[in-house]
């Protein structure tokens, strides 16, 4: 079971080129995320879908884009890359509210990007 | 604005001995997740907690949730050097889960021989 697979793993970026993260989930999970991890700040919401073809803001949406449109997979954005946006990104999934109604069903995520600005 | 603050924030303890990590978070939520990060991995989930007074354990560890006090704790029993790692608390920002998780700081616990 691959899970939420995360490309690429490393990428380091000079200041103002773009790139885009790719996440793909294999689990028919409805809701998707990325998060940024940052030492000593634990993990911020970057953007989240609900669905196919619907994205909405995190805590810390500034300077990101995000498209949702196969229900498998969520791209995260940068279009002019900045060093302030140094880190560890991650991505999550999980079963709608719907579907899993109040099981204990955690978010899943996966390995993260380490990207580097300079 | 949701806020959820972990403590201690580090931790260094020896094997054998007991200690507890404590979540408190500032508003009323759905749920509460425990995970797990080794260094440079991913996030493990742990447990989740669904109700008030709620209990789970898995092997050394146990979590508990006290809605009321908005209050979790991570109780680790005589600790192991394999238990070494950062963890996470974490609370669904709205019902269902939808709008994501809100996570505490983490806490950093070297345990040593």
């Known amino acids: 079971n691959a899970g939420v697979t995360q490309t690429p793993k490393f990428r380091v970026l000079k200041t103002g080129q773009s790139m885009t993260l790719l996440c793909a989930q294999d689990?028919?999970?409805?809701?998707m995320y990325w998060y940024r991890q940052d030492p000593g700040m634990g993990l911020r919401l970057i953007h989240y879908?609900?669905?196919?073809?619907?994205?909405a803001k995190g805590e810390v949406p500034d300077g990101y884009n995000v498209s949702r449109l196969k229900k498998q997979n969520f791209l995260l954005g940068l279009e002019s890359a900045a060093p302030s946006q140094t880190s560890v990104y991650f991505c999550?999934?999980?079963?709608?509210?719907?579907?899993?109604?109040?099981?204990?069903?955690?978010?899943?995520f996966g390995d993260g990007t380490r990207l580097s600005i300079l | 604005e949701l806020k959820v603050e972990q403590n201690p924030l580090f931790l260094s303890m020896q094997e054998g001995k007991n200690y507890t990590i404590y979540c408190n978070y500032s508003?009323?939520?759905?749920?509460l997740y425990w995970y797990r990060q080794d260094p440079g991995k991913s996030l493990e989930s742990l447990f989740v907690l669904l109700s008030n007074g709620a209990v789970k354990q898995e092997g050394r560890l146990m979590a508990s949730l006290d809605t009321k006090a908005r209050l979790s704790t991570l109780h680790i029993t005589a600790a192991v050097h394999d238990l070494s790692a950062t963890y996470f608390c974490a609370v669904d920002q709205r019902r269902g889960g939808a709008d994501g998780l809100t996570f505490g700081k983490g806490t950093h616990l070297i345990i040593q021989p």
């Open positions: 999550a999934s999980s079963y709608s509210s719907l579907v899993a109604g109040d099981s204990n069903q955690p978010q899943h």
């Open positions: 508003t009323t939520s759905d749920r």
């Open positions: 879908s609900v669905g196919e073809g619907t994205t």
């Open positions: 689990m028919n999970h409805e809701y």
